[in-house]
């Protein structure tokens, strides 16, 4: 079926009416890089003033819940807790404690930013790797960190800006480690993400990807459109599937998120915004894609809500 627009406030109306909570991706959809997407603070106002709920989830692992609350303070928002926040470094860490159910106090190899690290170690473990500036030095084969730590127990993949030659050598050597039995997560599949300044950049997918090609193996995906991570987000949240819906930017991680995971009863789960990485001439190849990733309706930013709202 194709989506159905909304751009009136008979269907905004009707969409406050079919939903109690709101998934919201973060990068493309509340903002671009540093900057609010128009309209956002009044939605989520209106939303919080109507006793709706709603909560965060982005595929981004870099920063943790922590600096998630002060974004969302620096932009203005207010009411915003961390248990409201789904960054895919936590999902990682979760995953590490409740799927694979890792003694906390063992070491998990991170390749990744700092979030990953901050989220492990809330979680009881200790992130080797990483941030760790002898990283930052040249390739060469006696270096100490491409000898593998025995009490290393997983291996964690995500977003960086510091990818290198001596990051991905290490974390290769964890991957092949012992015929490849350490769990290998990967925070996301995302490939890209619209980075502020018109520009679209890497994302953490594209890191995830080069340790998979390079290791050879398959990595455990912790981020969207895992239904595991939404099994987790409804559970915390103690949100009814069928009254929940998804709005995002990106057809096979937000839109396939909402889809598979059959929010709003299987019937209409899933919101596209307009204001990220999918851009209009985009629409004229939906009808290519898996149904997965067609979404139940299409707004062109979600700020536009209270606009509509206020007609
Ligand atoms: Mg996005």
């Not at 903002?31 to 939303?47: F, N, Q, V």
């Not at 915390?236 to 991680?253: A, P, Q, S």
């Not at 998120?257 to 939906?286: C, Q, R, Y």
Request: net charge negative; charged share 25%.
């Amino acid at each position: 079926m194709d989506p159905i627009r909304i751009d009136t406030k008979e269907h905004v109306d009707s969409l406050l009416d079919k939903y109690d909570n709101f998934l919201f991706d973060c990068d493309g959809v509340v903002w671009l890089d540093e900057t609010l997407i128009p309209g956002m603070l009044e939605t989520i106002k209106y939303l919080q003033d109507n006793g709706k709920g709603f909560a965060f989830i982005t595929n981004n692992s870099s920063k943790s819940r922590n600096e998630y609350i002060g974004k969302f303070k620096k932009l203005g928002f207010e009411g915003i807790t961390k248990d409201m926040i789904f960054p895919t470094c936590y999902a990682a860490a979760t995953t590490v404690k409740e799927e694979l159910k890792i003694p906390q106090g063992s070491k998990i190899w991170v390749l990744g930013d700092h979030g990953i690290e901050d989220e492990l170690r809330e979680q009881g473990y200790i992130p080797v790797g990483g941030s760790d500036k002898a990283l930052d030095t040249e390739f060469h084969l006696e270096h100490e960190l491409l000898k593998v730590d025995p009490e290393v127990k997983a291996v964690v993949v995500g977003s960086t800006k510091h990818f290198n030659y001596m990051r991905i050598a290490s974390t290769l050597q964890y991957l092949l480690h012992d015929n490849k039995s350490l769990p290998f997560i990967g925070t996301n599949i995302d490939r890209s993400y619209p980075g502020g300044n018109g520009l679209t950049l890497p994302a953490g997918g594209s890191v995830v990807n080069f340790m998979e090609y390079t290791a050879h193996r398959d990595f455990i995906n912790v981020g969207k459109p895992s239904t595991l991570f939404l099994d987790t987000v409804l559970k915390h949240m103690n949100f009814n599937k069928e009254k929940t819906v998804m709005i995002g930017d990106t057809l096979y991680t937000d839109i396939k998120f909402g889809n598979d995971g059959e929010l709003g009863g299987g019937n209409g789960g899933s919101i596209l915004v307009l204001s990220g990485g999918t851009k209009p001439h985009d629409l004229h190849k939906l009808h290519e894609l898996d149904t997965s990733m067609i979404p139940s309706f299409i707004i062109e930013s979600f700020g536009d809500v209270f606009k509509l709202l206020n007609l």
